[in-house]
């Protein structure tokens, strides 16, 4: 009997407690979209501002992913975040490719200077180790895949992605058949065992009870939604404010019952997307 409390005990001891973790997400818009303010910023102010949603907030970010961010600026957001956090952070950045094989460019900043190409980045704070996964995208466009974060101090695998974007230059056929293939590819991907995963972006669909966008878009992230838990769904029904446009179009998605708060900041003239925040209990 001794023995078998002691050996309860001991499981008790060494059973993983659940912490926090809060993650981030935002369409920056600032490679080749005339349009947003955030259009040929250098990477100073592109870091300090990024930096400012993701220490100004109700909710703190310890993973960031990023959409329409530029390669050249990933090393000044990362010092950045560092300095201003005394906190070790480690950036992921993979640069869009165009159809020809050719580096998907950013515009120059104001002075001229050139800013590398339009990525997708995931910032973590601590070490990490990331993966590229290559998505099904149309031969005539960008390439497209989902960058993965290994975080081994917290047993989480973090995947942030930018689907196409169904204009008529982006999987323009009916029935969203590449953002179909891709979600379905990013749940592949995403899932990694002996990790809780955490994933989401700028999806370029609509939420399946949202009542607009394409259906068959709505039909693709359904499949998430049976999956995970979005930050912003409200109960049974699977939609959420929204963060471009009058549409939601920016998901995090973590375990089911794992979402604590979902935050999305309305005060936002920087981007034509609004940032999302998620704090979530592991």
Not at 64 to 87: K, N, S, V
Not at 184 to 192: F, G, S, T
Request: glycine share 10%; hydrophobic share 35%; with cysteine.
């Amino acid at each position: 009997m001794v023995g078998q409390v002691l050996l309860l005990a001991a499981g008790l001891l060494t059973a993983p407690a659940r912490t926090d973790l809060s993650v981030m997400t935002w369409n920056v818009c600032t490679g080749t979209n005339s349009d947003c303010p955030f259009y040929r910023a250098s990477a100073v102010e592109l870091a300090q501002n990024i930096g400012a949603y993701a220490l100004n907030q109700p909710i703190k970010p310890d993973v960031i992913f990023l959409q329409e961010f530029c390669t050249g600026a990933t090393g000044t957001l990362e010092h950045w975040l560092e300095q201003r956090t005394r906190r070790n952070w480690t950036i992921g950045s993979w640069g869009l490719v165009s159809h020809d094989g050719s580096p998907y460019a950013c515009h120059p900043d104001r002075l001229g200077r050139p800013r590398g190409a339009q990525s997708i980045a995931v910032a973590v704070a601590g070490e990490a180790a990331f993966e590229i996964h290559p998505l099904p995208a149309p031969p005539w466009f960008v390439k497209r895949a989902v960058l993965c974060a290994t975080i081994p101090a917290r047993k989480v695998h973090a995947c942030g992605t930018h689907l196409s974007s169904g204009a008529q230059y982006d999987d323009r056929q009916p029935g969203a058949p590449y953002r179909t293939r891709q979600i379905k590819r990013l749940l592949e991907v995403a899932a990694k065992p002996g990790h809780r995963a955490v994933l989401g972006g700028d999806l370029n669909v609509s939420p399946p009870d949202g009542g607009y966008g394409g259906a068959a878009g709505r039909r693709a992230v359904a499949a998430v939604y049976r999956a995970y838990q979005e930050c912003d769904q409200r109960g049974t029904r699977r939609t959420g404010r929204w963060t471009r446009e009058g549409k939601k179009l920016d998901y995090l998605f973590a375990p089911k019952g794992t979402v604590r708060r979902c935050h999305v900041e309305r005060q936002v003239t920087l981007s034509d997307h609004k940032p999302v925040y998620v704090k979530l209990a592991l």
